[in-house]
């Protein structure tokens, strides 16, 4: 493939992130409304930015987990989806049908506070017990998808996580600079999870297509 093919697949590959993103926002904003008109739910006025934010992101993220499971039922699609030059064998397909378990449960865990909260937070320990227990699972699956994963796969993981370190630790030291001026609101440990999960998102994504994963 030359220099030339690259750049275009690329670009091709970032509007489909952009296109993902999109959808992700329509279909977060229309599961809010029909909460908020069916359910009950608290109108938009009592729901906090970094809420909507989370919402979106987990049904990315959720998205995402059932396209990657979709896809390990193939094995040319799969090798399609990961730019592999041959069909991916058995130990491919465990392990990103691994992956797309660890994405929807991220999001489930994201998703999780927040509906909980908005259901009136009928059992705040109960919930926390099984958000805690999930989480154990899920940073165990997390760890299980690092040794299995390849230089490749480990380098992505590396490259996302230090860009959006360095992106987000400049992101707070400007706000809590205007925070401590008095210019900008504070902020809450749920809002800087959701700022942080989201910018996670974004620079794997990212990453991944930059390193030929789609």
Known sequence: MTVLQKSADTRFKLLKLTGFALMGGILGFGFASLMIEYVGLPSPDDVRWSDAVAMIVALMLAAGGVSVLAASRNGRA?????????????????????????????????AAPLAAALAGNPAPVLTLIAIAVVFAG?????????????????????????LAFWIGQAALFGWAVAERLGVAPALTAWDILVVVMGLYLVCSMTVGLRRGLS
């Open 78 to 110: 799969l090798a399609a989806a990961t730019s592999a030059d041959a069909p991916a064998g058995p130990t491919e397909v465990r392990d990103m049908r691994l992956q797309g378990a660890v994405l929807i449960l991220s999001g489930l865990l994201l």
């Open 138 to 162: 899920h940073t165990a699956m997390n760890l299980s998808l690092w040794r299995r994963g390849d230089e490749m796969v480990r380098r992505v993981i590396l490259e996302a996580g230090g």
